[in-house]
Antibody, heavy 122, light 107 residues
Framework: EVQLVESGGGLAQPGRSLRLSCTTS????????VSWVRQAPGKGLEWIGF??????????EYAASVKGRFSFSRDDSKSVAYLQMDSLETEDTAVYYC?????????????WGQGTLVTVSS | AIQMTQSPSSLSASVGDRVTITCRAS??????LSWYQQKPGKAPKLLIY???SLQGGVPSRFSGSGSGTDFTLTISSLQPEDFATYYC?????????FGQGTKVEIK
C-alpha cells in the first residue's frame, strides 16, 4: 500500500525555521518525483515545489512565494523527502501536503499525505 | 504564470444530477491538466490526469475532456459522496497552478 506521512509541523515564530519530513512506503521512492502543496486555512490549494527523481537529475522547481526561503531535498536511501522552511512568515500558515508525482509521460499527484499544519505566529 | 479559472465557484445540485465544472487556462496547456476532489479535513484525491484519463479506482461517472485552454470535469450522475470541492491543476509550465476550486453542495 502506497503511503506518505508528513511530520514536523507545529507552531513557529516569524523569522524562525521548521523542517517537514515526508516518509513514504509501499513504492519505489527513487522512481518518482515529489511535490509539495499547501493550503492556508479556508483557502484553495497552492503548489509550492517539485523535486524530480534522480533519474531526471533530481532538479527542483520552486514557486515564487517560497523561492529563497524554502528548500526541498530527498533521501532515496530512506524513502523520505524534506521541506526546509526558513524565514517563516505569517502567510506561510497552512496545511502542508507532500505528494507522489509521476513525471514521465504525464505529471500528476496520485498519492497525498494526510497533511501537517504549520502555524506561524508570534 | 498561467492562471487557471474555474467556473462556477460553487453550485448546488441534487443526487442524480449531471454536473459540469469548467477550467480555463490563460494560455494553452496542451492536455497537461488534472482534476482533484477534496472533502473537508481530508487530503485531495486525484480523479483525472492528462485531461481525460480516469485514475484507477475512480468511478466511471467522472469524466474529463478538453485540450489547450478549455477543460471540463463532468459527473454524470451526482452521488451523495461526491459533495466536495474540486480543483484543476496545470502542469504544462512552472509554476504549476491550481484553479480556485468549485464547491459542489447539496440542493
Amino acid at each position: 500500500e502506497v503511503q506518505l506521512v508528513e511530520s514536523g509541523g507545529g507552531l513557529a515564530q516569524p523569522g524562525r525555521s521548521l523542517r517537514l519530513s515526508c516518509t513514504t512506503s509501499g513504492f519505489s521512492f527513487g522512481d518518482y518525483g515529489v511535490s509539495w502543496v499547501r493550503q492556508a486555512p479556508g483557502k484553495g490549494l497552492e503548489w509550492i515545489g517539485f523535486i524530480r527523481s534522480k533519474v531526471y537529475g533530481g532538479t527542483i522547481e520552486y514557486a515564487a512565494s517560497v523561492k529563497g526561503r524554502f528548500s526541498f531535498s530527498r533521501d532515496d536511501s530512506k524513502s523520505v523527502a524534506y521541506l526546509q522552511m526558513d524565514s517563516l512568515e505569517t502567510e506561510d500558515t497552512a496545511v502542508y501536503y507532500c505528494t507522489r508525482t509521476p513525471h514521465i509521460t504525464n505529471t500528476y499527484f496520485d498519492y497525498w499525505g494526510q497533511g501537517t499544519l504549520v502555524t506561524v505566529s508570534s | 504564470a498561467i492562471q487557471m479559472t474555474q467556473s462556477p465557484s460553487s453550485l448546488s445540485a441534487s443526487v442524480g444530477d449531471r454536473v459540469t465544472i469548467t477550467c480555463r487556462a490563460s494560455q494553452g496547456v496542451r492536455n497537461d491538466l488534472s482534476w482533484y476532489q477534496q472533502k473537508p479535513g481530508k487530503a485531495p484525491k486525484l480523479l483525472i490526469y492528462g485531461a481525460s484519463s480516469l485514475q484507477g479506482g475512480v468511478p466511471s461517472r467522472f469524466s474529463g475532456s478538453g485540450s489547450g485552454t478549455d477543460f471540463t470535469l463532468t459527473i454524470s450522475s451526482l452521488q451523495p459522496e461526491d459533495f466536495a470541492t474540486y480543483y484543476c491543476l496545470q502542469d504544462y509550465s512552472f509554476p504549476w497552478t491550481f484553479g480556485q476550486g468549485t464547491k459542489v453542495e447539496i440542493k
